[in-house]
């Protein structure tokens, strides 16, 4: 089963920016598709973004659009979520997940998530 790691999460104020970060134990990655999801205590955790095994297809949830990018290292086995004009409603749990293609990854029926990191916005 492939690792996911996510670091970068905290707490910063309304109209703030935030970069999370996913490094996979895998290098077989590289072929992967990559995303984000976000859970609020008492919800299902909902698409965030998703960017193809190359980097160059993105899709983004209507809620973060124009706010957020994500992209890829070099090595393909990392991925970015740039959070800028950031707002209390984007406080969550951000996970990274894996999968063979960017709809797989929306999907969201990856085997395949990292521990989460928490995002808190103050207003």
């Known amino acids: 089963q492939v690792q996911l790691l996510e670091s970068g999460g905290g707490l910063v104020q309304a109209g703030g920016s935030l970069r999370l970060s996913c490094a996979a134990s895998?290098?077989?990655?590289?072929?992967?598709?990559m995303g984000w999801f976000r859970q609020t205590p008492g919800k299902e955790r909902e698409f965030v973004a998703a960017i193809s095994w190359g980097g160059v297809n993105t899709y983004y949830a209507d809620s973060v659009k124009g706010r957020f990018t994500i992209s890829r290292g070099n090595a393909k086995n990392t991925v970015y979520l740039q959070m800028n004009s950031l707002k209390p409603e984007d406080t969550a749990v951000y996970y990274c997940t894996v999968d063979d293609t960017a709809s797989g990854v929306m999907a969201g029926t990856s085997n395949n998530w990292g521990q989460g990191t928490q995002v808190t916005v103050s207003s």
């Open positions: 895998e290098r077989t990655l590289r072929h992967s598709a």
